[in-house]
Nanobody, 123 residues
Framework: QLQLVESGGGLVQPGESLRLSCAAAGFTLDYYAIGWFRQAPGKEREGVSCVDFANGNTYYTDSVKGRFTISRDSAESSVYLQMNSLKPEDTAVYYC????????????????WGQGTQVTVSS
């Protein structure tokens, strides 16, 4: 079974950066899409970014375009989310998720989820 492990969350000030990692140890992700989702208290889970492992196509929600960058490392079966110019509204638990096939904006279409990592942006 595919297991995803996130790391890299933390507490930062507005304008600072964080890099989240999502590792799928011992699993080949060639035919998967890996998405990053986030959920703030009292809010629904929302899609942040996604990468199709097969072709490297990337997708971003409008609120993070130009600030976040998703990347993949096939050899390490890992996906990274570089988050720059962080804002207080980016505060949430961030999850990585995998689905077999191309990307989707809908959390319900992802079959595997990590445990989540907290990102807090506050002065």
């Amino acid at each position: 079974q595919l297991q995803l492990v996130e790391s890299g969350g933390g507490l930062v000030q507005p304008g600072e950066s964080l890099r989240l990692s999502c590792a799928a140890a011992g699993f080949t992700l060639d035919y998967y899409a890996i998405g990053w989702f986030r959920q703030a208290p009292g809010k629904e889970r929302e899609g942040v970014s996604c990468v199709d492992f097969a072709n490297g196509n990337t997708y971003y929600t409008d609120s993070v375009k130009g600030r976040f960058t998703i990347s993949r490392d096939s050899a390490e079966s890992s996906v990274y989310l570089q988050m720059n110019s962080l804002k207080p509204e980016d505060t949430a638990v961030y999850y990585c998720a995998a689905r077999y096939g191309p990307h989707s904006d809908y959390a319900s279409e992802y079959d595997y989820w990590g445990q989540g990592t907290q990102v807090t942006v506050s002065s």
